[in-house]
């Protein structure tokens, strides 16, 4: 779906500015996104595999949720939002727990050129797998994982192209950020 979205410069601030997200990827224009990371109290990971319709990372098991905040919207509502739409699960803004915003770049094909800086949270998922709702167009399947798991899988991840190819050092920042608040 397309949308207006914000205008960053390369360092993340914003520019006053408001452009189509597909105008943005075509010409690579960075723009805001969030990522909510899901945990259970007993070390597991809610994964989400994205749809095969997808335009970046289709079929690829990737962050619990996440999306692009809407031209003018407020990070934390972004958040909250999309966690609604993609899993069904409604929270609070008491329940996001900022742990940075990282910046991000991918060539997917000479057309698509995403360059993001994902504002990133962890939530604690207090509901079971099975009460989740997917939204179809977004998500194809869900999955919890421990963490040693998980952090395995990403080690293996250049051989398996399983997982979207984020920096090992962004998942590692997102790991330990959930063990100390386990």
Known sequence: ?????????????????????????RKGIFHPSIHVWLYTKNGEILIQQRTKNKDTHPGLWDVSVAGHIG??????????????????????????????????????????????????????????????????????????????AFKKKLNRNTHSKKYVPYDMEYYDTVLNAIRKRL
């Open 1 to 25: 779906m397309d949308e207006l979205i914000d205008v960053l410069d390369a360092d993340g601030n914003y520019t006053g500015k408001s452009i189509m997200k597909s105008e943005a990827h």
């Open 71 to 148: 031209a003018g919207e407020d990070v934390i509502n972004s958040a909250i939002r999309e966690v609604q739409e993609e899993i069904g699960l409604a929270i609070t803004s008491s329940e996001l727990h900022k742990i940075g915003v990282f910046k991000y770049s991918c060539q997917h094909h000479k057309d698509l050129l995403d360059c993001e800086f994902h504002h990133t949270f962890l939530c604690e998922l207090k509901t079971p797998l099975a009460k989740l709702k997917m939204q179809e167009t977004e998500v194809a399947d869900l999955n919890l994982i421990s963490i040693p």
